[in-house]
Each structure stands twice: as C-alpha cells, then as structure tokens.
C-alpha cells in the first residue's frame, strides 16, 4: 500500500506577483468508490484519501476564489499531475474553461486529442499515462468574489 502525498503549485497567469497571494486556491483528494444503490444505480462515494492503493481512483478538486478587489483576466489554473498518479479521460472538464494538458513536464499544452508525444526520433498521440501537467484557462475575466471549483480523476500507478 502508498500513501499519495499531494501537493498544489499553480501557475496564475493574469494574476500580478504581489496579488497572487491574494488569489486563493486549495486543492483536496478525494478517494472515488462507486458504490450500487438500493434502487440498482450506481453512485460516487468519496473518502479522504489518506492512503490509496494502486488501481484506485482519486478525485483531485480545487477550490478557487478571486479574493481581489479587481477583476482578474486571462486566468489560468496549472498543476502538475502527481507522478505515481494516471490521468482519467474525461475527468477534468468545465464549462467557460478550457482544459490542456502537457506530456513534457508543462513546457507545451495542447487539447489530449491533438497532443503528441516524441518517442525514438516518431511523434505518436499521447496516452492518459503521459500526462505530466493540467491547465485551465478561463474564457471570461474572474470578477471580485468570483468562487468555483474545479476536479479531474487520477489513477494511482
């Protein structure tokens, strides 16, 4: 059994030095259990992830709030992907904010449908398990007071 340690480090794009301390973001993991109802559905149960074991699958959420007095534009929200964790297709979406990903350690960011990895001197397409960081990027300006959340699903290796 490992035990995930878990981290946050964001990148805040539109967001000056001085103020970013202002900015406040905090990031919670979440181990995700699916669980069948009595009425046969199937639910997400989340737990602490305190400990998790390889194959399970965490929920990394974060939480955001604009705690400025001015709006802020261009944000973007960027995280490196833990490395004993896999990226879970399909998790990580929102709406008014476009997610990206990075294969080499967040020096390019490309949509996962278009991003490509260089291997043995030949470009192939990325796997969930290359992805090394996540960036979000708002389409619309944060206003003061603006709060959200935002999650994506990893697997531990």
């Known amino acids: 059994m490992r035990c995930v ?3 946050l480090m964001l990148s805040l794009a539109g967001v000056e030095m001085a103020s970013a301390q202002e ?30 074991k390889p194959g399970e699958i965490v929920r990394y959420t974060i939480a955001w709030e604009n705690t400025l007095e001015s709006e802020i534009e261009d944000m973007v929200l960027e995280i490196p992907l833990p490395p004993q964790m896999t990226y879970r297709p399909g998790s990580g979406a929102s709406d008014g904010v476009e997610m990206l990903f990075s294969a080499n350690g967040g020096e390019s960011y490309s949509a996962l449908s278009g991003l490509l990895v260089l291997e043995e001197d030949q470009s192939r397409l990325a796997e969930p398990q290359d992805i090394t960081h996540l960036k979000w990027v708002f389409s619309e300006p944060l206003a003061p007071g603006a709060q959200g959340e935002l999650s994506y699903d990893a697997v531990l290796k």
């Open 23 to 52: 900015f406040k973001a905090e990031q919670i993991a979440e181990v995700v259990t699916l669980k069948v109802a009595e009425n046969g559905e199937t639910e997400e149960v989340l737990t602490p992830a305190e400990m998790v």
């Open 5 to 7: 340690v878990l981290s």
